[in-house]
C-alpha cells in the first residue's frame, strides 16, 4: 500500500494574517505538536522565500504583501521558539535561581507581594502558573511583615 504523502501548507491560506496559522498556540506558551512545527517550519521557509522573490521593484500591492509575511514569519517563529519546549523541572529551576539567596533575607518577597516571587511568576502565563504552584520549593522561603 503506498504511503499518502501529506501536503504541503499553501501559503495563501495564511495571507493575510487576519487568520493566523495555528492560532490555538498564539493566545498560549503550550508546546506545538512535532507535526506543527513541521508544517510550521514549511510555513515559514515558504513566505521567507516569497519575500525574496519579492524584492525586487515592490508594487504598492506587494508592499503589503511583504508586510503581511514579515507579520506571519514573526508568529510562527514565536510559535516554535525552543523556550516553549522546556521541561517543567528547568522551568522551575529558573524560577528558583531568581529568586533572593539565604543571605539576603530581608529581600524575600512578602507573603502577600504580588510583584515579585512566585506570585509574579504565577500571572506570566498559564504554564508558568502551572510551573510556579507545584514547585514547593518556590514556597519555602516567604517574609512575613510585622508592621
Not at 54 to 80: F, H, V
Request: net charge positive; hydrophobic share 35%.
Amino acid at each position: 500500500m503506498p504511503k499518502s504523502k501529506k501536503s504541503r501548507p499553501t501559503l495563501a491560506r495564511y495571507i493575510p494574517t487576519d487568520d493566523p496559522p495555528y492560532a490555538h498556540l498564539i493566545r498560549n506558551n503550550n508546546q506545538p505538536l512535532d507535526s506543527e512545527v513541521d508544517e510550521i517550519l514549511l510555513i515559514i521557509q515558504d513566505a521567507k522565500k516569497r519575500l525574496a522573490e519579492q524584492a525586487n521593484g515592490l508594487q504598492p500591492e506587494a508592499r503589503k504583501e511583504s508586510k503581511a509575511l514579515r507579520a506571519l514569519i514573526r508568529t510562527c517563529t514565536r510559535i516554535i521558539h525552543p523556550v516553549r519546549r522546556l521541561p517543567f523541572e528547568i522551568i522551575s529551576e529558573i524560577l528558583l535561581q531568581t529568586l533572593s539567596g539565604p543571605d539576603d533575607w530581608d529581600n524575600y518577597p512578602a507573603v502577600h507581594d504580588y510583584v515579585h516571587g512566585p506570585w509574579a511568576y504565577s500571572k506570566v502565563c498559564r504554564r508558568w502558573r502551572d510551573v510556579a504552584l507545584q514547585s514547593p520549593r518556590l514556597w519555602s522561603e516567604l517574609s512575613v511583615p510585622s508592621n
